[in-house]
């Protein structure tokens, strides 16, 4: 992936092609909460990831060096698959029972708001887009880590 280049002496290695290089100091000021309760559950999701969130690790959210990924994140009332709060970004990857079941969808939306709130975007991919298309996948974060960091 040629998007990613390491810069340790600057300790800011996330670097896009012809773009100009992401800030290290962004300042994120608004603190989410979350339920302590779920913080068990999210060590226990981290430890046992499924394959289409290692495949995402892996392949591009791992190697975003100078941009901190948190797995499994409590935020407000919910687990989020991927957080990163200097985009203020969430990445979720949602199995079939999202798009077939009218009560996920509209759960999900409903934590999309919340998180929006927060200053958040969510971007949802589907297990299947996670495991067949990762290149279009990474790109797309990619692109909106990026744009979403120029604002601040």
């Known amino acids: 992936m ?22 290290c100091n962004l300042q994120v000021n608004m603190h989410v909460p979350y ?13 046992n990831p499924t394959e289409p969130e290692k495949r995402l690790w892996l392949a591009c959210l791992k190697k975003l060096e100078g941009v901190k990924v948190r797995r499994q994140r409590p935020m407000l009332g919910y687990i989020v698959d991927f957080e990163i709060r200097q985009a ?38 589907t297990n299947a887009q996670v495991m067949r298309e990762i290149e279009t996948v990474c790109e797309i974060i990619h692109r909106r880590i990026v744009e979403r960091t120029a604002k601040r």
Not at 2 to 19: F, T, V
Not at 99 to 113: F, G, H, I, T
């Open 2 to 23: 040629s998007w990613i280049r390491q810069n340790s002496k600057a300790g800011c290695a996330l670097w896009a092609q012809d773009q100009p290089r992401l800030g």
């Open 35 to 47: 339920r302590k309760d779920l913080v068990p559950l999210a060590r226990e999701l981290r430890k």
């Open 88 to 125: 203020r970004l969430v990445i979720e990857i949602d199995g079939d029972s999202h798009y077939l079941d009218e009560a996920s969808r509209v759960k999900d939306k409903q934590r999309d708001a919340a998180l929006a709130g927060y200053g958040y975007e969510v971007l949802r991919f």
